[in-house]
């Protein structure tokens, strides 16, 4: 079986034995990489607008002590 797919890989296909999972690994790592980026992003961004309401609501409260 595992010779089948050896001859399949070199012969049809043109590569080695293990391009294809390591392929197949790099395109998943690229994926979390990029799904990863893009939450953390989203979560900066929400963080940003928490703080920018807090420093509001902080600035409000002084204004009306002073």
């Known amino acids: 079986m595992w010779m089948n797919l050896y001859n399949f890989t070199h012969s049809s296909l043109g590569m080695h034995f293990w391009d294809l999972p ?3 690994a790099g395109v ?4 979390e990489l990029v799904v990863h980026s893009r ?5 900066e961004d929400e963080f940003d ?5 807090k ?4 600035q409000k409260e002084i204004t009306k002590e002073a």
């Open 22 to 24: 390591a392929l197949l």
């Open 28 to 31: 998943i790592i690229l994926v």
């Open 39 to 43: 939450n953390q992003k989203k979560r």
């Open 49 to 53: 607008e928490e703080r920018t309401e």
């Open 55 to 58: 420093l509001e609501t902080m």
